[in-house]
């Protein structure tokens, strides 16, 4: 049965750019009551200045989900009325480089922001879900989260890990009216990709996809209550052929290391744009 998303309350993690501001777009004409999470208050502003007239109510809450997640979450279901139908997690960051070159700073980061803060932001909103016997957790990952990619080392280690706490979270939860969706979106043209990152895409032919058309099937992958969504094709196959034949898919990504080299960062270190807290892609 489709769901009625006016008499629901959303929260949505990451929401200043990229995916999670898509998502808001989205939503916003539903009549949902949105609560918008992210760490820089004026994208937030602007973006629920632009909203207005939409028959959505906006809410907006400033902070950083990789070091305050159970607080934010304590102030999410206080904003609107009080408690929370949907979760949408969107918030993240990304690194690339080579392994070997990645500080401890910029590992630790990365970790707090795409697994620890999601996954506390969940546990904190659970008791209510669980009391009220139903909600809707939606963890929004990346293809990388099953085909670990080169250059992305501890970016896709992050993505396997949202996915295996969303399959775990999912089990753990059966019978409970609390359902877990794990979506996860292909390559996406937004801010969260920095200029090399973009370069190397087009280098490599990588399939692209605009953060609006994300959003609407995000938005389908969670009215169909599907468990597990891969995005886009070929993308979904080989997210298959991955799990089948690892070893025939080291080989096709090993050949790709030394294009994917010239457009490595000079330092090998995150650049700002890279550490600004986005969207998945």
Request: some cysteine; glycine content about 8%.
């Amino acid at each position: 049965m489709p769901i009625n998303y006016s008499d629901k309350k959303i929260i949505i993690t990451g929401a200043g750019g990229g995916i999670g501001s898509a998502v808001v777009r989205e939503l916003a004409g539903t009549g949902a009551e949105l609560v918008l999470l992210g760490r820089s208050h004026s994208p937030l502003a602007d973006l629920r200045s632009e909203l207005l007239g939409h028959p959505s109510n906006i809410s907006i809450i400033v902070g950083d989900l990789s070091s305050r997640a159970p607080r934010l979450a304590s102030d999410a279901l206080q904003a609107g009325k009080t408690g929370v139908d949907i979760l949408i997690n969107c918030a993240g960051m990304q690194t690339f480089g080579l392994a070997q070159h990645e500080s401890a700073a910029d590992t630790a980061q990365l970790f707090a922001t795409n697994v620890i803060g999601p996954i506390q932001f969940a546990n904190a909103l659970l008791p209510h879900m669980l009391a009220q016997q139903s909600g809707h957790i939606v963890n929004i990952g990346s293809t990388f989260g099953s085909i670990a990619f080169p250059c992305f080392a501890s970016y896709s280690a992050s993505k396997f890990a949202l996915r295996g706490f969303s399959e775990a979270l999912r089990r753990e939860l059966t019978g409970t009216g609390v359902r877990i969706n794990y979506i996860a979106p292909r390559y996406t043209r937004t801010g969260f990709n920095a200029d090399r990152v973009a370069q190397m895409a087009e280098a490599l032919n990588m399939h692209r996809d605009y953060p609006a058309e994300v959003a609407r099937q995000i938005i389908d992958a969670i009215s169909n209550n599907q468990a597990e969504t891969f995005l886009g094709w070929p993308e979904k196959f080989f997210v298959r052929l991955n799990a089948l034949l690892p070893r025939l898919v080291d080989q096709v990504l090993g050949r790709q290391v030394r294009q994917m080299q010239a457009f490595l960062p000079a330092q090998h270190h995150v650049t700002e744009n890279q550490t600004l807290e986005r969207n998945l892609t």
